[in-house]
């Protein structure tokens, strides 16, 4: 049973940064791709970023291209989101979720497991 438990979740100041954890275990992800979403108040979930968990392969949302970094740790079984230069419309739950397929996709549906999600608040 795949179990995703995100971390690093909190308030910050605009211009700050954060680093969110997902730290993934029941199977063997090499063949997975791993992803970050977040969901506003009133909001549909939207994609953030995705890694490939065998190639490396990143791929982001325009919106925090250049802010956002996600990155994958083998030997934890982590995947990690540096999230820099923080804005207010960045608040919302994000979540880390994991999909059992080499290639990214963007929608919500691609993805078969999902963590609980953690809070991040940028105020102005």
């Known amino acids: 049973q795949v179990q995703l438990v995100e971390s690093g979740g909190g308030l910050v100041q605009a211009g700050g940064s954060l680093r969110l954890s997902c730290a993934a275990s029941?199977?063997?992800?090499?063949?997975?791709?791993m992803g970050w979403f977040r969901q506003a108040p009133g909001k549909e979930r939207a994609f953030v970023a995705a890694i490939s968990w065998s190639s490396g392969n990143t791929y982001y949302a325009d919106s925090v291209k250049g802010r956002f970094t996600i990155s994958r740790d083998n030997a934890k079984n982590t995947v990690y989101l540096q999230m820099n230069s923080l804005k207010p419309e960045d608040t919302a739950v994000y979540y880390c979720?994991?999909?059992?397929?080499?290639?990214?996709?963007?929608?919500?549906?691609?993805?078969?497991?999902w963590g609980q999600g953690t809070q991040v608040t940028v105020s102005s």
């Open positions: 029941g199977r063997t992800f090499n063949s997975y791709t």
């Open positions: 979720a994991a999909r059992p397929a080499p290639s990214t996709v963007v929608a919500a549906g691609g993805y078969d497991y």
